[in-house]
């Protein structure tokens, strides 16, 4: 059974690019949640899918978009990427409303904006 | 991911010794606490939790410890081996946004042979 599978595993982007991160979720799962973890730092909420939807969304800009497939996979979009974009991006998946020791998370994207 | 956890505070402990994490959360109404370990080119992997009415819960060789007086929350590893090298996230939710999770900031936690 596949856990959360992310790609790619690497990306190198320049300043104002655009960049799109996939997830596929652990078999069962229906929810998406991304992260985007600093170095040195905590990961940080950026925001929930579930059924195609946006349910809940961290303190993040308009330029972090997402998408949720009706296989349950979700796309990552950030528009006009800044340095500050530079990070690992964490892919986390679920049952909806399920607990969240129940939350598996992939090994991420390294971004890095140059 | 190899990049995680550079700059972060770092615990080294002899093998077989007992090793102490601390942390510090921000929102007293949080309903629960949850360790996480970050191994090298992973994500984070559920450790423990302990619910906020609680002061202490007991698991598998570790033990979290949290006083809501002054918001701390500690894990305790008991006889620390080379596999519990990680880094290692404290994090807190509220039920009602099960996916939300606020983590704190990590510790290195080195075991020396």
């Known amino acids: 059974d596949a856990g959360v599978t992310q790609s790619p595993t690497h990306l190198i982007k320049t300043r104002g690019q655009q960049v799109t991160l996939r997830c596929s979720p652990k078999?069962?799962?229906?929810?998406v949640s991304w992260y985007q973890q600093a170095l040195g730092q905590g990961p940080q909420f950026i925001f929930q899918?579930?059924?195609?939807?946006?349910?809940q969304r961290g303190n993040f800009p308009d330029r972090f978009s997402g998408h949720q497939f009706p296989n349950y996979s979700s796309e990552l979009n950030v528009n006009a990427l800044l340095l500050g974009d530079s990070a690992l991006y964490l892919c986390?998946?679920?049952?909806?409303?399920?607990?969240?020791?129940?939350?598996?998370f992939g090994s991420g994207t390294q971004l890095s904006v140059l | 991911g190899e990049s995680v956890g550079l700059h972060l505070p770092t615990l080294s402990v002899q093998e077989g010794d007992n090793s102490i994490i601390n942390c510090a959360y921000s929102n007293s109404a949080s309903d629960y606490f949850i360790w996480y370990k970050q191994e090298s080119g992973k994500g984070p992997q559920f450790i423990i939790d302990i619910r906020s009415n609680m002061d202490k819960r007991q698991g598998q060789r570790v033990t979290v410890l949290l006083n809501k007086t002054v918001k701390h929350l500690s894990l305790q590893i008991a006889a620390t081996q080379p596999g519990d090298s990680a880094v290692y996230f404290c994090?807190?939710?509220?039920?009602?946004?099960?996916?939300?999770?606020?983590f704190g900031t990590g510790t290195r936690l080195q075991v020396t042979l």
């Open positions: 986390a998946s679920s049952a909806y409303g399920g607990r969240y020791e129940k939350l598996f």
């Open positions: 899918y579930y059924e195609e939807e946006e349910r």
């Open positions: 078999s069962g799962h229906d929810t």
């Open positions: 994090a807190e939710v509220n039920t009602g946004t099960a996916s939300k999770l606020t």
